[in-house]
């Protein structure tokens, strides 16, 4: 059962820059990774509440697009992989006080680590 007073708890890839310290960098072309953990009896209202955050954020400027993958197997963990014009863009719509108050709709059991990436040019392999 959700807490509409609390947040998703966040757990970060990279405990010594999180999601906050990355949003202050000014980039162009990234990519949001969000690894969700939760409880399996969780599953189906985290699904409703990705997809009505997804459904927003789909209405914001520099957003091109989303893909959830869900991990195979008995394990309740998805990731989120959301593309953007821009760091400004993500930290617009992210910081949104519609969208943060969004955040409390996630079931209690939920954990999100959210980073942000850029595309890597490796000669012969792929571009940036």
């Not at 599953?43 to 009505?52: G, P, R, T």
Request: with cysteine.
């Amino acid at each position: 059962m959700s807490n509409r007073s609390r947040h998703v708890p966040h757990a970060p890839l990279d405990p010594a820059f999180p999601i906050d310290r990355q949003i202050a960098i000014e980039a162009t072309s990234v990519v949001l990774v969000n690894v969700f953990t939760l409880d399996e009896t969780d599953e189906q209202a985290f699904l409703k509440v990705w997809q009505d955050d997804a459904a927003f954020m789909k209405r914001q400027p520099g957003f091109i697009s989303p893909q959830l993958h869900r991990a195979i197997g008995e394990s309740p963990t998805y990731l989120n992989c959301a593309v953007w014009e821009s760091t400004a863009d993500f930290r617009a719509a992210f910081t949104h006080p519609e969208f943060r108050a969004k955040l409390s709709a996630y079931p209690s059991s939920a954990v999100a680590s959210p980073h942000l990436f850029q595309k890597v040019a490796a000669p012969g392999i792929c571009v940036a």
